[in-house]
């Protein structure tokens, strides 16, 4: 029993003799995985802090996430495809921040990426994935001034951190574009994202579905964003494996958008591109997602960031 989820363990019929683990990772918040017989559920709660050095104080409290993770994911369990769903949201705590929700057994699409051997099944996994983000992309929301009120902040924040800080690396030239771009990216407020949708939040099921986990990052913007956010690790592989990045990108675009009609999307989707690619090099976090890469992978990659940057900026 985890004192502080007194109240979650009671909505679940939990007792103390199912036992809990803490998880590794969450940068925001704290993970346990709890087991009962041959059930496991996840319960998560809040911080009011990054728990890894080198991130500034945040600017959202943790009541502010736990209210977006609730709504977003209350609204992406929504969209189901033949592939693809949301684990269900099973209890929250507003008192404590805190939420329940079904375990999905499998492994972290992460895990194929980083594969020579399974690239290929990562990049169909991830097809899939883009597939229900177009959808989810596409669900209408009636209360977005709560959203907004609630992740705006933080926005604000991973803007600073994944795009404003990458500045530094950027050719001189492109410095007065890629502000512009960087307003307008703060501003857009068009559709809900997930806001963090990389690797580690996807899981490749036993039964062969795909599970999308942690929208507490949720946030409103242009859905090029998301879609972006997830590709850039499949560009950094395709380095790796030796794919043709250029080809790679345009399939996992069409999986997104099968009929494009906007380019102005299309190029934001691209100077996104840029910059999570960068950040994945660069940023804070880079130990988690670019450590593996020899300095001649990384020189490689660095290179096609400042020739995109020059094209797209």
């Not at 329940?100 to 991830?126: C, P, R």
């Not at 670019?290 to 900026?313: P, Q, V």
Request: net charge neutral; proline share 3%.
């Amino acid at each position: 029993m985890i004192p502080i989820h007194k109240k979650l363990y009671a909505d679940l019929n939990l007792t103390i003799k199912d036992i809990a683990n803490v998880v590794d990772g969450g940068l925001f918040n704290n993970v346990h995985r709890v087991t009962r017989l041959d059930e496991h559920f996840y319960i998560k709660s809040f911080t009011n802090e990054a728990k890894t050095q080198g991130f500034p104080p945040l600017p959202t409290s943790a009541s502010q996430r736990y209210n977006v993770a609730v709504q977003l994911h209350k609204h992406a369990q929504k969209v189901v495809t033949d592939h693809v769903y949301v684990p269900k949201l099973l209890a929250s705590d507003s008192d404590n921040n805190a939420i329940a929700m079904e375990g999905a057994k499998g492994k972290n699409l992460y895990d194929y990426v980083v594969n020579d051997e399974t690239f290929s099944f990562a990049v169909e996994q991830a097809s899939h994935v883009l597939s229900w983000l177009g959808s989810l992309h596409k669900l209408k929301n009636t209360n977005t001034t709560s959203m907004n009120f609630n992740s705006k902040d933080f926005k604000k924040y991973k803007a600073t951190l994944q795009y404003k800080n990458m500045f530094e690396f950027l050719p001189r030239k492109n410095l007065e574009n890629a502000s512009l771009f960087l307003d307008e990216h703060i501003s857009l407020r068009d559709t809900l994202l997930h806001g963090d949708l990389n690797t580690r939040n996807i899981i490749i099921c036993e039964d062969g579905r795909i599970a999308v986990i942690d929208f507490e990052q949720g946030q409103l913007g242009c859905g090029s964003h998301d879609a972006a956010y997830l590709i850039s690790e499949l560009v950094i592989a395709s380095f790796v494996v030796n794919e043709d990045t250029d080809a790679l990108i345009d399939e996992l675009w069409l999986s997104y958008e099968a009929i494009p009609t906007n380019p102005d999307k299309h190029m934001r989707f691209r100077r996104h591109l840029c910059f999570q690619v960068i950040y994945r090099l660069k940023g804070p976090s880079r130990n988690i997602w670019t450590e593996h890469l020899t300095d001649g992978t990384k020189a490689k990659i660095e290179k096609w960031c400042s020739r995109e940057f020059n094209s797209r900026l």
